[in-house]
């Protein structure tokens, strides 16, 4: 059977293999505009204040041109932390002790011109000038309560775990077709995982 030709002889096949080919390409460098970087747990810790073990973690945020635009037209970016806490067992599986889901919610506050960076297991928010000043605040994780001292043993060795997730919230309809890849901006993070001993 005989390939159908354009006038120039080439199949439409072939053309319509390198339109395919074309598209796929511009979606996936739309979609990797949004995704681009590394996005992890560089450190964390556990800090006792006032009988109470407080979790410091630094976070590596990828962002993006295109993600900054998103974030300056009010699309709003949702950070969750975990955190797990387990007793270490020689003979036995790792024992549960403590969990922990931080959540945070940042937003351009088009009114104020500044970005509303919210805890939002506390409530508790801050104005920031500048999404760079906003991104920098989110990506430092500072004194957060997570276990009572006296909950764990000195005696004991135990392993603490942090993840991260990040990801886009409702994005306003007028929005979808510019950002299309928007619904596919989700990132999670490996365990980052240490031992302590209180």
Not at 38 to 59: C, I, P, Q, T, Y
Not at 75 to 90: T, W, Y
Not at 176 to 185: C, D, Q, T, Y
Request: aromatic residues 8%.
């Amino acid at each position: 059977m005989n390939a159908v030709h354009t006038k120039q002889g080439t199949p439409w096949r072939s053309w319509l293999a390198l339109l395919g080919l074309g598209l796929g390409l511009w979606g996936a460098a739309a979609i990797a505009d949004g995704l681009d970087g590394r996005f992890e747990v560089r450190s964390a810790d556990l800090e006792l204040k006032d009988g109470v073990f407080h979790l410091n973690a630094r976070l590596d945020l990828p962002v993006t041109d295109a993600v900054r635009e998103g974030l300056s037209q009010g699309v709003p970016l949702g950070l969750e932390l975990d955190l797990s806490i387990d007793r270490v067992r020689q003979m036995l599986p790792n024992s549960g002790v403590a969990e922990l889901t931080q959540r945070y919610h940042l937003q351009y506050n088009a009114v104020s011109g500044h970005y509303i960076l919210r805890n939002d297991n506390s409530g508790q928010q801050e104005s920031l000038p500048t999404l760079d000043a906003a991104l920098e605040q989110l990506s430092q994780v500072r004194g957060v309560p997570v276990l009572d001292r006296s909950l764990i043993s000195p005696a004991l060795r135990y392993e603490a775990s942090v993840r991260a997730k990040l990801d886009y919230g409702a994005v306003p309809l007028s929005m979808r077709i510019l950002m299309f890849w928007v619904h596919e901006w989700h990132r999670e993070s490996d365990w980052y995982t240490w031992t302590f001993q209180p």
